[in-house]
């Protein structure tokens, strides 16, 4: 199948599903709404065509339709988000239900949003962990497909505890992305 990952940081996830490419997907597209961001030297690297244009100046709606319209031209079937940062309009998420997934560093329903390993930390949890759920309307929310769990330590800060949940990440999102795909 062929997939586009929508990143807007350093995508390390995005590294890893390059890296793990295997016959169920095929990366056609890297797409960001941050011109200049890291992770897109890893689609580069890999010869994968990257589309990156700032959504500052337009309508959410308006700048979803670009996106989507990059997605048609290059026939993508399936869509992984990998550190996007960016809430997608309705129409955008309908165009592509079911064929959407978005990794969360989080055990969902918990801690939906930002700064999760802090408040993971804060809550006192036993567990933390990371979730890939399909994306529909709601931030964060849509049926979980795959999920991995780590330890909290005693002594884990935001920065400790993310490190090993990313590991995890790195683990997950390949073969959630594999699973989805075979079923399209
Ligand atoms: C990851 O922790 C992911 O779970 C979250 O954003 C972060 C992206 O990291 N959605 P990277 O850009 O893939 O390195």
């Known amino acids: 199948r062929r997939v586009a990952v929508l990143i807007s940081g350093r995508g390390s996830n995005l590294k890893t599903l390059i890296d793990a490419e295997q016959d169920a997907y095929e990366i056609v597209l890297v797409a960001s709404n941050v011109e200049d961001a890291p992770g897109l030297d890893f689609a580069r690297a890999a010869g994968i065509p990257v589309f990156a244009k700032s959504h500052k100046g337009l309508k959410r709606a308006e700048f979803d339709a670009l996106i989507d319209a990059q997605l048609r031209a290059h026939d993508v079937e399936a869509v992984a988000l990998a550190g996007y940062m960016r809430i997608l309009s309705e129409g955008f998420v309908e165009g592509w239900a079911g064929r959407m997934i978005n990794i969360h560093p989080s055990l969902l329903p918990l801690y939906k949003g930002l700064d999760t390993h802090a408040r993971a930390i804060e809550a006192g949890d036993h567990f933390a962990g990371c979730s890939v759920h399909i994306v529909t309307a ?22 400790t505890l993310s490190a090993r949940v990313l590991i995890e990440e790195h683990r997950l999102y390949p073969r959630a992305l594999a699973a989805l795909t075979r079923t399209l």
């Open 138 to 159: 709601g931030l964060d929310e849509g049926p979980v497909i795959a999920q991995a769990r780590v330890p909290i330590m005693p002594w884990d800060t935001p920065d």
